[in-house]
Protein backbone atom coordinates (compact mmCIF):
# COMPACT_ATOMS: atom_id res chain seq x y z
CA UNK A 1 0.00 0.00 0.00
CA UNK A 2 1.08 3.40 -0.77
CA UNK A 3 1.28 6.14 2.10
CA UNK A 4 -0.15 9.34 0.66
CA UNK A 5 1.82 11.82 2.45
CA UNK A 6 2.34 15.00 0.34
CA UNK A 7 5.32 16.79 1.29
CA UNK A 8 6.93 14.70 3.60
CA UNK A 9 8.92 11.08 3.17
CA UNK A 10 7.81 8.00 3.90
CA UNK A 11 9.61 4.82 3.64
CA UNK A 12 7.76 1.34 3.48
CA UNK A 13 9.92 -1.65 3.06
CA UNK A 14 12.69 -0.20 1.28
CA UNK A 15 10.49 2.05 -1.01
CA UNK A 16 11.08 6.11 -0.85
CA UNK A 17 8.50 8.12 -1.58
CA UNK A 18 8.98 11.91 -1.69
CA UNK A 19 6.07 14.15 -2.27
CA UNK A 20 3.91 11.57 -2.93
CA UNK A 21 6.29 10.54 -5.98
CA UNK A 22 8.41 7.14 -6.09
CA UNK A 23 11.99 7.91 -6.24
CA UNK A 24 14.32 6.30 -8.83
CA UNK A 25 15.34 4.14 -6.78
CA UNK A 26 12.51 2.20 -6.06
CA UNK A 27 13.05 -1.28 -7.22
CA UNK A 28 10.71 -1.77 -10.35
CA UNK A 29 9.35 -5.36 -8.62
CA UNK A 30 8.07 -3.13 -5.97
CA UNK A 31 6.29 -0.81 -8.18
CA UNK A 32 4.73 -3.36 -10.01
CA UNK A 33 2.78 -4.60 -6.99
CA UNK A 34 1.38 -1.19 -6.25
CA UNK A 35 -0.42 -1.43 -10.09
CA UNK A 36 -1.15 -4.69 -10.36
CA UNK A 37 -2.99 -4.77 -13.93
CA UNK A 38 -3.87 -8.20 -14.69
CA UNK A 39 -4.83 -8.58 -18.17
CA UNK A 40 -3.04 -6.23 -20.29
CA UNK A 41 -3.88 -7.68 -23.69
CA UNK A 42 -1.46 -10.19 -24.50
CA UNK A 43 -3.72 -10.67 -27.62
CA UNK A 44 -3.73 -7.31 -29.04
CA UNK A 45 -1.96 -5.85 -32.12
CA UNK A 46 -0.18 -3.15 -29.93
CA UNK A 47 2.27 -2.75 -27.30
CA UNK A 48 0.78 -1.62 -23.93
CA UNK A 49 2.40 -0.74 -20.95
CA UNK A 50 1.90 1.82 -18.28
CA UNK A 51 4.32 4.06 -17.07
CA UNK A 52 5.11 5.48 -13.21
CA UNK A 53 7.58 7.82 -12.75
CA UNK A 54 9.42 7.29 -16.07
CA UNK A 55 9.36 3.18 -15.27
CA UNK A 56 7.32 0.39 -17.31
CA UNK A 57 5.56 -0.82 -14.64
CA UNK A 58 3.61 -3.27 -17.02
CA UNK A 59 3.63 -4.55 -20.16
CA UNK A 60 1.84 -6.73 -22.62
CA UNK A 61 3.44 -10.09 -24.30
CA UNK A 62 3.74 -8.30 -27.38
CA UNK A 63 5.70 -5.18 -26.35
CA UNK A 64 7.92 -7.31 -24.39
CA UNK A 65 8.74 -9.90 -27.12
CA UNK A 66 9.18 -7.56 -29.48
CA UNK A 67 11.87 -5.50 -27.69
CA UNK A 68 13.54 -8.89 -26.46
CA UNK A 69 12.96 -8.25 -22.62
CA UNK A 70 11.09 -9.35 -19.68
CA UNK A 71 9.23 -6.63 -16.97
CA UNK A 72 11.97 -7.22 -14.35
CA UNK A 73 14.71 -5.92 -17.06
CA UNK A 74 13.09 -3.59 -18.80
CA UNK A 75 15.66 -1.41 -20.15
CA UNK A 76 15.34 2.53 -19.42
CA UNK A 77 12.55 4.24 -21.65
CA UNK A 78 14.98 6.55 -23.02
CA UNK A 79 17.13 3.78 -24.73
CA UNK A 80 13.92 1.60 -26.45
CA UNK A 81 11.96 4.66 -27.05
CA UNK A 82 14.04 7.80 -27.39
CA UNK A 83 12.46 11.35 -26.49
CA UNK A 84 8.72 9.46 -25.90
CA UNK A 85 8.65 10.85 -22.79
CA UNK A 86 8.68 14.63 -24.19
CA UNK A 87 5.14 14.15 -26.04
CA UNK A 88 2.08 15.47 -24.27
CA UNK A 89 -0.53 12.59 -22.93
CA UNK A 90 -3.27 13.94 -25.13
CA UNK A 91 -4.33 10.47 -26.62
CA UNK A 92 -3.11 11.36 -29.87
CA UNK A 93 -1.07 9.46 -32.13
CA UNK A 94 2.79 10.60 -32.94
CA UNK A 95 5.35 9.16 -34.95
CA UNK A 96 8.36 7.50 -33.07
CA UNK A 97 11.50 5.15 -32.97
CA UNK A 98 11.40 1.87 -30.93
CA UNK A 99 14.89 0.24 -30.72
CA UNK A 100 15.02 -3.42 -29.37
CA UNK A 101 17.91 -4.93 -27.81
CA UNK A 102 18.93 -6.99 -30.98
CA UNK A 103 19.70 -3.52 -32.34
CA UNK A 104 16.74 -3.47 -34.92
CA UNK A 105 15.20 -0.10 -34.69
CA UNK A 106 11.72 0.26 -36.19
CA UNK A 107 9.31 3.45 -37.05
CA UNK A 108 6.16 3.38 -34.80
CA UNK A 109 3.32 5.34 -33.65
CA UNK A 110 2.95 5.71 -30.15
CA UNK A 111 0.19 7.83 -28.08
CA UNK A 112 0.07 8.36 -24.14
CA UNK A 113 -3.00 8.67 -22.14
CA UNK A 114 -3.53 10.14 -18.58
CA UNK A 115 -4.17 6.85 -16.36
CA UNK A 116 -5.17 6.94 -12.60
CA UNK A 117 -4.13 4.45 -10.63
CA UNK A 118 -4.40 4.23 -6.96
CA UNK A 119 -4.97 8.08 -6.89
CA UNK A 120 -1.29 7.99 -8.41
CA UNK A 121 -0.58 10.11 -11.66
CA UNK A 122 0.28 7.17 -14.50
CA UNK A 123 0.16 7.12 -18.15
CA UNK A 124 -0.69 4.54 -20.53
CA UNK A 125 1.11 3.82 -23.25
CA UNK A 126 -0.14 2.27 -26.79
CA UNK A 127 2.18 1.53 -29.78
CA UNK A 128 1.42 0.26 -33.41
CA UNK A 129 4.33 -1.90 -35.07
CA UNK A 130 4.82 -2.23 -38.44
CA UNK A 131 4.32 -5.55 -39.99
CA UNK A 132 8.09 -6.36 -40.48
CA UNK A 133 8.14 -6.74 -36.41
CA UNK A 134 5.32 -9.85 -36.75
CA UNK A 135 5.15 -10.70 -40.34
CA UNK A 136 2.53 -13.32 -39.77
CA UNK A 137 0.27 -10.78 -37.34
CA UNK A 138 -2.56 -10.22 -40.54
CA UNK A 139 -4.24 -7.72 -37.66
CA UNK A 140 -1.46 -5.29 -38.56
CA UNK A 141 -1.56 -2.33 -41.01
CA UNK A 142 -5.38 -2.40 -41.66
CA UNK A 143 -6.91 0.18 -43.16
CA UNK A 144 -7.62 2.03 -40.22
CA UNK A 145 -3.73 2.07 -39.05
CA UNK A 146 -2.75 5.87 -39.09
CA UNK A 147 0.70 5.24 -39.55
CA UNK A 148 2.23 4.55 -43.25
CA UNK A 149 4.79 2.03 -43.86
CA UNK A 150 7.96 2.53 -45.54
CA UNK A 151 6.25 -0.05 -48.69
CA UNK A 152 3.38 2.43 -48.33
CA UNK A 153 6.01 5.67 -48.52
CA UNK A 154 7.52 3.81 -51.47
CA UNK A 155 4.38 3.48 -53.04
CA UNK A 156 3.46 6.94 -52.66
CA UNK A 157 6.95 8.27 -53.57
CA UNK A 158 6.08 6.37 -57.02
CA UNK A 159 2.62 7.54 -57.36
CA UNK A 160 4.11 10.97 -57.39
CA UNK A 161 7.02 9.99 -59.99
CA UNK A 162 4.39 8.88 -62.34
CA UNK A 163 2.30 11.58 -61.54
CA UNK A 164 5.18 14.19 -62.60
CA UNK A 165 6.37 12.38 -65.74
CA UNK A 166 4.51 12.38 -69.25
CA UNK A 167 5.39 9.14 -70.28
CA UNK A 168 3.36 7.04 -67.90
CA UNK A 169 4.04 4.38 -65.57
CA UNK A 170 7.58 4.89 -64.19
CA UNK A 171 10.53 2.26 -65.66
CA UNK A 172 13.80 1.33 -63.12
CA UNK A 173 14.56 -1.03 -60.80
CA UNK A 174 13.00 -2.07 -57.78
CA UNK A 175 15.49 -3.54 -55.08
CA UNK A 176 14.62 -5.14 -51.79
CA UNK A 177 17.84 -5.02 -49.77
CA UNK A 178 18.51 -6.53 -46.09
CA UNK A 179 21.90 -6.23 -43.39
CA UNK A 180 22.96 -9.34 -42.88
CA UNK A 181 24.10 -10.08 -39.46
CA UNK A 182 22.72 -7.31 -37.61
CA UNK A 183 22.01 -9.25 -34.74
CA UNK A 184 25.65 -10.10 -34.57
CA UNK A 185 26.92 -6.90 -34.85
CA UNK A 186 24.71 -5.40 -31.78
CA UNK A 187 25.39 -8.67 -29.74
CA UNK A 188 29.47 -7.57 -30.38
CA UNK A 189 29.04 -3.74 -30.59
CA UNK A 190 26.35 -2.46 -29.27
CA UNK A 191 22.70 -0.90 -29.68
CA UNK A 192 24.56 2.46 -30.31
CA UNK A 193 26.64 1.57 -32.84
CA UNK A 194 24.17 -1.08 -34.32
CA UNK A 195 21.88 2.01 -34.90
CA UNK A 196 24.88 4.22 -36.15
CA UNK A 197 25.49 1.12 -38.81
CA UNK A 198 22.04 1.35 -40.14
CA UNK A 199 22.14 5.57 -39.97
CA UNK A 200 25.31 5.24 -42.35
CA UNK A 201 24.40 2.93 -44.86
CA UNK A 202 21.07 5.07 -45.07
CA UNK A 203 23.54 8.10 -45.87
CA UNK A 204 25.65 6.15 -47.88
CA UNK A 205 22.56 5.40 -49.93
CA UNK A 206 21.62 9.15 -50.55
CA UNK A 207 25.34 9.95 -51.44
CA UNK A 208 25.85 7.46 -54.02
CA UNK A 209 22.30 6.85 -55.61
CA UNK A 210 21.42 10.29 -57.77
CA UNK A 211 18.44 12.45 -56.76
CA UNK A 212 16.15 10.90 -59.51
CA UNK A 213 16.28 7.35 -56.89
CA UNK A 214 13.71 6.88 -53.82
CA UNK A 215 15.01 5.00 -50.01
CA UNK A 216 13.12 4.03 -47.96
CA UNK A 217 13.63 2.63 -45.11
CA UNK A 218 11.33 -0.32 -43.67
CA UNK A 219 12.39 0.73 -39.99
CA UNK A 220 14.53 -2.49 -39.30
CA UNK A 221 17.52 -3.68 -41.69
CA UNK A 222 16.00 -3.64 -44.62
CA UNK A 223 15.13 -0.66 -47.55
CA UNK A 224 13.54 0.04 -50.23
CA UNK A 225 15.18 1.50 -53.24
CA UNK A 226 13.75 2.24 -56.73
CA UNK A 227 16.30 3.58 -59.57
CA UNK A 228 14.79 5.16 -62.69
CA UNK A 229 16.11 4.46 -66.12
CA UNK A 230 15.32 4.90 -69.90
CA UNK A 231 12.52 2.29 -71.09
CA UNK A 232 14.67 2.13 -74.24
CA UNK A 233 17.97 1.63 -71.96
CA UNK A 234 17.05 -1.55 -69.16
CA UNK A 235 20.63 -2.61 -69.04
CA UNK A 236 20.85 0.35 -66.80
CA UNK A 237 19.60 -1.58 -64.34
CA UNK A 238 22.07 -3.72 -63.71
CA UNK A 239 24.67 -0.10 -62.78
CA UNK A 240 22.21 0.64 -60.11
CA UNK A 241 22.22 -2.65 -58.98
CA UNK A 242 25.97 -2.86 -58.47
CA UNK A 243 26.08 0.81 -57.20
CA UNK A 244 23.13 -0.72 -54.21
CA UNK A 245 25.37 -3.84 -53.77
CA UNK A 246 28.40 -1.76 -53.37
CA UNK A 247 26.87 0.66 -51.02
CA UNK A 248 26.01 -2.28 -48.26
CA UNK A 249 28.89 -4.56 -49.20
CA UNK A 250 31.52 -2.48 -47.22
CA UNK A 251 33.72 -1.51 -44.38
CA UNK A 252 32.31 1.28 -41.84
CA UNK A 253 34.76 2.09 -39.30
CA UNK A 254 32.57 3.64 -36.19
CA UNK A 255 34.25 4.19 -32.53
CA UNK A 256 37.57 2.46 -33.66
CA UNK A 257 35.50 -0.68 -34.41
CA UNK A 258 36.07 -1.93 -38.11
CA UNK A 259 32.54 -3.30 -39.36
CA UNK A 260 32.64 -5.70 -42.53
CA UNK A 261 28.88 -5.44 -43.91
CA UNK A 262 26.84 -7.35 -46.54
CA UNK A 263 23.31 -7.40 -47.58
CA UNK A 264 20.72 -9.46 -49.07
CA UNK A 265 19.40 -7.64 -52.25
CA UNK A 266 16.37 -9.07 -54.09
CA UNK A 267 15.20 -6.93 -57.56
CA UNK A 268 12.33 -6.20 -60.23
CA UNK A 269 11.94 -4.44 -63.17
CA UNK A 270 9.10 -1.97 -63.51
CA UNK A 271 7.34 -2.79 -65.78
CA UNK A 272 9.36 -5.40 -67.53
CA UNK A 273 8.15 -7.94 -64.86
CA UNK A 274 5.23 -6.36 -63.88
CA UNK A 275 3.89 -2.53 -63.88
CA UNK A 276 1.87 -2.82 -60.55
CA UNK A 277 3.62 -1.65 -57.47
CA UNK A 278 2.44 -4.49 -55.28
CA UNK A 279 3.55 -6.73 -57.24
CA UNK A 280 6.86 -5.40 -57.83
CA UNK A 281 6.84 -5.33 -54.33
CA UNK A 282 6.10 -9.25 -53.82
CA UNK A 283 8.66 -9.85 -56.70
CA UNK A 284 11.62 -7.81 -55.37
CA UNK A 285 10.67 -9.93 -51.95
CA UNK A 286 10.82 -12.75 -53.53
CA UNK A 287 14.16 -12.54 -54.65
CA UNK A 288 15.53 -11.27 -51.20
CA UNK A 289 14.61 -14.17 -49.89
CA UNK A 290 16.59 -16.40 -52.76
CA UNK A 291 19.72 -14.08 -51.66
CA UNK A 292 19.15 -15.18 -48.25
CA UNK A 293 18.58 -19.12 -49.12
CA UNK A 294 21.63 -18.92 -51.65
CA UNK A 295 23.99 -16.39 -48.94
CA UNK A 296 24.67 -14.35 -52.31
CA UNK A 297 27.40 -11.75 -52.47
CA UNK A 298 25.55 -10.54 -55.35
CA UNK A 299 21.94 -9.17 -55.90
CA UNK A 300 19.25 -12.20 -57.31
CA UNK A 301 16.90 -10.48 -59.80
CA UNK A 302 13.25 -12.35 -60.12
CA UNK A 303 12.61 -14.53 -62.39
CA UNK A 304 9.01 -16.58 -63.34
CA UNK A 305 11.27 -19.68 -62.10
CA UNK A 306 11.29 -18.29 -58.40
CA UNK A 307 7.58 -18.01 -58.17
CA UNK A 308 7.07 -21.90 -59.23
CA UNK A 309 9.64 -22.15 -56.48
CA UNK A 310 7.97 -20.50 -54.15
CA UNK A 311 4.59 -22.82 -54.96
CA UNK A 312 6.70 -25.79 -54.65
CA UNK A 313 8.39 -24.63 -51.37
CA UNK A 314 4.96 -24.16 -50.12
CA UNK A 315 3.04 -27.49 -50.73
CA UNK A 316 6.51 -29.30 -49.22
CA UNK A 317 5.95 -27.36 -46.24
CA UNK A 318 2.47 -28.24 -45.95
CA UNK A 319 3.63 -31.93 -46.33
CA UNK A 320 6.34 -31.48 -44.01
CA UNK A 321 3.49 -30.48 -41.20
CA UNK A 322 1.63 -33.39 -42.27
CA UNK A 323 4.89 -35.89 -41.92
CA UNK A 324 5.06 -34.33 -38.41
CA UNK A 325 1.82 -35.60 -37.52
CA UNK A 326 1.58 -38.89 -39.45
CA UNK A 327 5.39 -40.31 -38.37
CA UNK A 328 6.59 -40.48 -42.03
CA UNK A 329 10.52 -39.58 -40.50
CA UNK A 330 12.80 -42.53 -39.84
CA UNK A 331 16.32 -42.87 -39.07
CA UNK A 332 18.93 -44.17 -40.68
CA UNK A 333 22.29 -44.75 -38.75
CA UNK A 334 25.80 -44.64 -40.51
CA UNK A 335 28.90 -46.87 -38.34
CA UNK A 336 32.08 -44.31 -37.51
CA UNK A 337 35.05 -46.23 -36.95
CA UNK A 338 38.11 -46.28 -34.61
CA UNK A 339 41.16 -46.75 -37.19
CA UNK A 340 43.28 -48.08 -34.10
CA UNK A 341 40.58 -51.08 -33.18
CA UNK A 342 38.80 -51.63 -36.57
CA UNK A 343 35.97 -51.52 -34.24
CA UNK A 344 32.31 -49.40 -34.43
CA UNK A 345 32.97 -46.74 -31.43
CA UNK A 346 29.97 -44.35 -32.81
CA UNK A 347 26.62 -44.35 -35.19
CA UNK A 348 25.31 -41.07 -36.67
CA UNK A 349 21.67 -40.73 -37.12
CA UNK A 350 20.61 -39.68 -40.45
CA UNK A 351 17.23 -37.79 -41.07
CA UNK A 352 15.02 -39.40 -43.71
CA UNK A 353 11.27 -38.88 -44.68
CA UNK A 354 9.04 -41.16 -47.05
CA UNK A 355 6.90 -39.23 -48.53
CA UNK A 356 3.64 -40.67 -49.34
CA UNK A 357 3.57 -39.78 -52.98
CA UNK A 358 6.80 -38.44 -53.84
CA UNK A 359 9.14 -41.45 -51.74
CA UNK A 360 12.10 -41.19 -49.80
CA UNK A 361 12.56 -37.20 -50.19
CA UNK A 362 16.52 -36.19 -49.83
CA UNK A 363 16.68 -34.01 -46.17
CA UNK A 364 18.84 -31.02 -48.40
CA UNK A 365 15.39 -30.39 -50.01
CA UNK A 366 13.03 -30.86 -47.01
CA UNK A 367 15.63 -29.36 -44.28
CA UNK A 368 16.14 -25.58 -45.62
CA UNK A 369 12.11 -25.86 -45.44
CA UNK A 370 11.70 -26.67 -41.86
CA UNK A 371 14.61 -24.43 -41.00
CA UNK A 372 12.74 -21.23 -42.52
CA UNK A 373 9.48 -22.40 -41.32
CA UNK A 374 10.47 -23.14 -37.84
CA UNK A 375 9.55 -27.08 -38.54
CA UNK A 376 13.26 -27.91 -37.08
CA UNK A 377 12.43 -27.31 -34.10
CA UNK A 378 9.65 -29.92 -33.44
CA UNK A 379 11.43 -32.21 -36.22
CA UNK A 380 15.38 -31.90 -34.47
CA UNK A 381 13.08 -32.77 -30.99
CA UNK A 382 11.76 -35.70 -32.73
CA UNK A 383 15.42 -36.57 -34.48
CA UNK A 384 16.99 -36.38 -30.79
CA UNK A 385 14.57 -38.50 -28.93
CA UNK A 386 14.36 -41.21 -31.43
CA UNK A 387 17.70 -41.56 -31.87
CA UNK A 388 18.57 -41.73 -28.19
CA UNK A 389 16.10 -43.89 -27.86
CA UNK A 390 17.05 -46.47 -30.29
CA UNK A 391 20.79 -45.72 -28.88
CA UNK A 392 19.62 -47.79 -25.55
CA UNK A 393 19.87 -50.97 -28.03
CA UNK A 394 23.70 -50.31 -28.58
CA UNK A 395 26.28 -51.92 -27.12
CA UNK A 396 27.54 -49.40 -23.74
CA UNK A 397 30.12 -48.36 -25.42
CA UNK A 398 29.09 -47.20 -28.73
CA UNK A 399 28.10 -43.56 -28.52
CA UNK A 400 25.16 -42.22 -31.17
CA UNK A 401 26.18 -39.06 -32.91
CA UNK A 402 23.18 -36.53 -33.37
CA UNK A 403 23.14 -33.87 -36.12
CA UNK A 404 21.81 -30.49 -34.57
CA UNK A 405 20.41 -27.52 -36.81
CA UNK A 406 21.85 -24.11 -36.39
CA UNK A 407 18.82 -22.54 -36.41
CA UNK A 408 17.16 -25.15 -33.96
CA UNK A 409 20.08 -24.16 -31.71
CA UNK A 410 19.62 -20.55 -32.23
CA UNK A 411 15.93 -21.01 -31.29
CA UNK A 412 15.27 -23.62 -29.24
CA UNK A 413 16.19 -24.60 -25.31
CA UNK A 414 19.01 -27.01 -26.79
CA UNK A 415 19.99 -27.58 -23.01
CA UNK A 416 16.11 -27.94 -21.52
CA UNK A 417 15.68 -30.70 -24.56
CA UNK A 418 18.72 -32.37 -24.39
CA UNK A 419 18.51 -33.06 -20.65
CA UNK A 420 14.29 -33.87 -20.98
CA UNK A 421 15.38 -36.13 -23.57
CA UNK A 422 18.31 -38.17 -21.54
CA UNK A 423 15.91 -38.04 -18.55
CA UNK A 424 13.17 -39.53 -20.65
CA UNK A 425 15.06 -42.50 -22.62
CA UNK A 426 17.22 -42.68 -18.92
CA UNK A 427 20.55 -42.68 -21.88
CA UNK A 428 23.34 -41.92 -20.31
CA UNK A 429 25.26 -38.49 -21.40
CA UNK A 430 28.53 -39.78 -22.02
CA UNK A 431 26.92 -41.70 -24.90
CA UNK A 432 25.91 -38.35 -26.81
CA UNK A 433 27.31 -36.62 -29.00
CA UNK A 434 26.16 -33.16 -30.75
CA UNK A 435 27.13 -32.35 -34.25
CA UNK A 436 27.14 -28.78 -35.17
CA UNK A 437 28.32 -26.56 -37.89
CA UNK A 438 30.25 -23.45 -37.11
CA UNK A 439 26.84 -21.42 -38.30
CA UNK A 440 25.62 -21.63 -35.06
CA UNK A 441 29.11 -19.07 -34.22
CA UNK A 442 26.74 -15.97 -36.58
CA UNK A 443 24.05 -15.03 -34.38
CA UNK A 444 24.01 -14.39 -30.73
CA UNK A 445 27.49 -16.26 -29.99
CA UNK A 446 27.79 -15.63 -26.14
CA UNK A 447 24.69 -17.11 -25.11
CA UNK A 448 25.64 -20.22 -27.53
CA UNK A 449 29.23 -20.55 -26.12
CA UNK A 450 27.41 -20.50 -22.73
CA UNK A 451 24.99 -23.50 -23.83
CA UNK A 452 27.18 -25.32 -25.34
CA UNK A 453 29.52 -25.16 -21.98
CA UNK A 454 26.72 -26.32 -20.02
CA UNK A 455 25.89 -29.65 -22.21
CA UNK A 456 29.47 -30.64 -22.44
CA UNK A 457 29.49 -29.83 -18.32
CA UNK A 458 26.88 -33.05 -18.24
CA UNK A 459 29.29 -35.42 -19.92
CA UNK A 460 28.45 -35.19 -23.89
CA UNK A 461 30.60 -34.75 -26.61
CA UNK A 462 30.72 -31.73 -28.63
CA UNK A 463 31.17 -32.43 -32.62
CA UNK A 464 32.40 -29.40 -34.89
CA UNK A 465 30.75 -30.49 -38.50
CA UNK A 466 32.34 -29.90 -41.97
CA UNK A 467 35.19 -28.45 -40.32
CA UNK A 468 37.47 -26.18 -42.83
CA UNK A 469 35.10 -25.04 -45.40
CA UNK A 470 34.14 -21.68 -43.29
CA UNK A 471 35.94 -19.05 -43.00
CA UNK A 472 36.25 -18.56 -39.32
CA UNK A 473 37.07 -22.07 -38.22
CA UNK A 474 39.83 -21.97 -36.54
CA UNK A 475 38.69 -18.62 -34.92
CA UNK A 476 35.78 -20.88 -33.00
CA UNK A 477 38.32 -23.46 -32.14
CA UNK A 478 39.57 -21.15 -29.55
CA UNK A 479 36.26 -20.18 -29.06
CA UNK A 480 35.26 -23.34 -27.36
CA UNK A 481 36.92 -27.05 -26.35
CA UNK A 482 35.21 -29.29 -29.12
CA UNK A 483 35.69 -32.68 -27.87
CA UNK A 484 36.18 -33.79 -31.98
CA UNK A 485 36.25 -32.38 -35.56
CA UNK A 486 34.70 -33.80 -38.32
CA UNK A 487 37.22 -32.54 -41.62
CA UNK A 488 34.80 -31.82 -44.39
CA UNK A 489 34.35 -34.51 -46.90
CA UNK A 490 35.60 -32.42 -49.88
CA UNK A 491 39.17 -32.71 -48.57
CA UNK A 492 39.15 -36.33 -48.22
CA UNK A 493 37.39 -36.73 -51.67
CA UNK A 494 40.19 -34.43 -53.30
CA UNK A 495 43.60 -35.55 -50.90
CA UNK A 496 44.86 -37.99 -53.49
CA UNK A 497 44.77 -35.90 -56.88
CA UNK A 498 45.19 -32.23 -55.14
CA UNK A 499 48.84 -31.73 -52.63
CA UNK A 500 46.99 -28.67 -51.22
CA UNK A 501 43.78 -31.19 -49.76
CA UNK A 502 46.26 -33.50 -48.92
CA UNK A 503 48.37 -30.58 -46.99
CA UNK A 504 44.96 -29.47 -45.58
CA UNK A 505 44.07 -32.40 -44.01
CA UNK A 506 47.45 -33.13 -42.56
CA UNK A 507 47.48 -29.82 -40.80
CA UNK A 508 43.93 -30.08 -39.31
CA UNK A 509 45.47 -33.87 -38.29
CA UNK A 510 48.14 -31.79 -36.59
CA UNK A 511 45.90 -28.69 -35.41
CA UNK A 512 43.88 -31.55 -33.40
CA UNK A 513 46.54 -33.06 -32.04
CA UNK A 514 47.53 -29.97 -30.35
CA UNK A 515 43.89 -28.90 -28.92
CA UNK A 516 43.63 -32.29 -27.43
CA UNK A 517 40.83 -32.72 -29.97
CA UNK A 518 39.89 -36.30 -31.98
CA UNK A 519 40.04 -35.87 -35.73
CA UNK A 520 37.25 -37.61 -37.83
CA UNK A 521 37.70 -38.10 -41.34
CA UNK A 522 34.12 -37.95 -43.27
CA UNK A 523 33.44 -39.35 -46.86
CA UNK A 524 35.75 -42.19 -47.07
CA UNK A 525 34.84 -43.86 -50.17
CA UNK A 526 38.00 -45.51 -51.57
CA UNK A 527 40.64 -47.86 -50.03
CA UNK A 528 43.61 -45.76 -51.14
CA UNK A 529 41.60 -42.30 -49.04
CA UNK A 530 41.78 -45.28 -46.27
CA UNK A 531 45.32 -46.18 -46.39
CA UNK A 532 46.63 -42.45 -46.58
CA UNK A 533 44.74 -41.67 -43.69
CA UNK A 534 46.19 -44.55 -41.52
CA UNK A 535 49.70 -42.88 -41.83
CA UNK A 536 47.84 -39.68 -39.84
CA UNK A 537 46.92 -39.26 -36.57
CA UNK A 538 43.31 -39.41 -37.74
CA UNK A 539 41.29 -41.54 -35.14
CA UNK A 540 37.99 -42.26 -36.77
CA UNK A 541 36.61 -42.20 -40.29
CA UNK A 542 33.29 -42.39 -42.28
CA UNK A 543 31.75 -43.37 -45.22
CA UNK A 544 30.34 -45.52 -47.71
CA UNK A 545 33.69 -48.16 -47.81
CA UNK A 546 32.83 -48.45 -44.08
CA UNK A 547 29.68 -48.32 -43.87
CA UNK A 548 26.59 -47.28 -45.71
CA UNK A 549 23.42 -45.51 -43.84
CA UNK A 550 20.93 -48.58 -42.69
CA UNK A 551 18.14 -49.02 -39.96
CA UNK A 552 20.15 -49.93 -36.54
CA UNK A 553 19.50 -53.56 -36.59
CA UNK A 554 21.35 -53.86 -39.75
CA UNK A 555 24.55 -52.67 -38.28
CA UNK A 556 24.51 -55.94 -35.69
CA UNK A 557 27.54 -57.68 -37.50
CA UNK A 558 29.80 -54.77 -37.46
CA UNK A 559 32.62 -55.20 -35.27
CA UNK A 560 32.05 -53.52 -31.88
CA UNK A 561 28.43 -53.78 -32.09
CA UNK A 562 28.26 -57.02 -30.19
CA UNK A 563 27.02 -56.89 -26.40
CA UNK A 564 29.26 -59.50 -25.30
CA UNK A 565 33.06 -59.23 -26.54
CA UNK A 566 34.94 -55.50 -26.17
CA UNK A 567 38.44 -57.35 -27.92
CA UNK A 568 40.11 -55.19 -29.73
CA UNK A 569 39.81 -56.81 -33.80
CA UNK A 570 43.14 -57.62 -35.92
CA UNK A 571 44.39 -53.55 -36.99
CA UNK A 572 45.48 -55.12 -40.05
CA UNK A 573 42.72 -54.06 -42.25
CA UNK A 574 38.87 -54.02 -41.89
CA UNK A 575 36.60 -56.78 -41.98
CA UNK A 576 34.90 -57.08 -44.97
CA UNK A 577 31.72 -56.14 -44.01
CA UNK A 578 33.26 -52.69 -43.81
CA UNK A 579 33.43 -52.69 -47.59
CA UNK A 580 30.04 -53.61 -48.30
Same mark, same amino acid.
Given at each position: ?????????????????????????????????? +??????????????????????????????????????? %????? *???? !????????????????????????????? $??????????????????????????????? *???????? =?????????????? /?????????????????????????????????????? =?? $??? +????????????????????? %????????????????? &??????????????????????????????? %????????????????????????????????????????????????????????????????????????????????? =? !?????????????????????????????? /??????????????????? @???????????????? @????????????????? +???????????????????? =??????????????????????????????????????? @??????????????????????? !??????????????????? @?? %???????????????? !?? &???????????????????
Amino acid at each position: MIVNNPGGISQERGRHYVDGHLTDSAPRENVTAL +FPIHHLADASSEGLAVLYQDQVIEANRPLLSCIGTDLQH %FPPLR *DVLP !GILKSPPDNSYRPGILRTLEGRVFDIQFR $LTPLQRHNRNCLALAITFPRSIFPHADTFFS *DNTLMPSG =KDLLRRNLEDLSVD /TTSGPPTGILLHASINRLRTINERYGLQITTRVVEEVE =KR $LHR +FLVEDCIVSSFGDDAFGIFCP %FPYTHPAQATHWAQIVR &DVFHTTLLLDGHRIHLTASIGCCLIPFDTSH %FETAFHYAELALNEARRLHSTDWVSFSPVLQADVHHRSQLEHDLRKALETNQFFLDFQPLICLRTNRVECVEALLRWRHPH =K !GVISPDEFIPIAEETGLIIPIGRWVLLEAC /TQAIRLPPHVRIAVNISAV @QFQHDDMYAAVLQTLF @QTGLSAERLELELTESI +FLETVQRNLETLGKLRALGI =KIVMDDFGIGFSSLNYLRSFPFDRIKIDRSFIHDMLNDP @QAQSIVRAIMTLGQAMSMEVIAE !GVETSDQLDLLRHTSCNTA @QG %FLLGRPAPLADLSAYP !GM &DHDTHEPASTDGLSSGFLS
